[in-house]
């Protein structure tokens, strides 16, 4: 995994694919990782289970900002909306 800012922008060395987009196609989606391989070929079987492996190592970290994400699109688009 290559760090980023937060442990969710962590993405899969040599591609642009974050650990999130993998944790949510798997656990908010039920994507199973041979699909989630099917879905972005150029991820191998073995990037998808590093990236669950490193989501189980830092399982509350990745929710967090995975919940902050997603509160500051709702907030985003609410004040987009209002205007």
């Known amino acids: 995994m ?45 990037d998808v289970h590093a990236a669950l492996t490193y989501y189980l190592d830092n399982v509350e970290e990745i929710r967090n900002d995975i919940r902050r994400k997603r509160t500051s699109l709702i907030n985003c688009e609410h004040s987009f909306l209002s205007k």
């Open 2 to 46: 290559r760090s980023q800012n937060s442990f969710s922008d962590s993405s899969v060395v040599g591609h642009r694919i974050r650990v999130m987009d993998i944790v949510i196609w798997n656990e908010d989606l039920s994507m199973s990782p041979d699909e989630i391989v099917a879905a972005s070929p150029k991820l191998t079987l073995s």
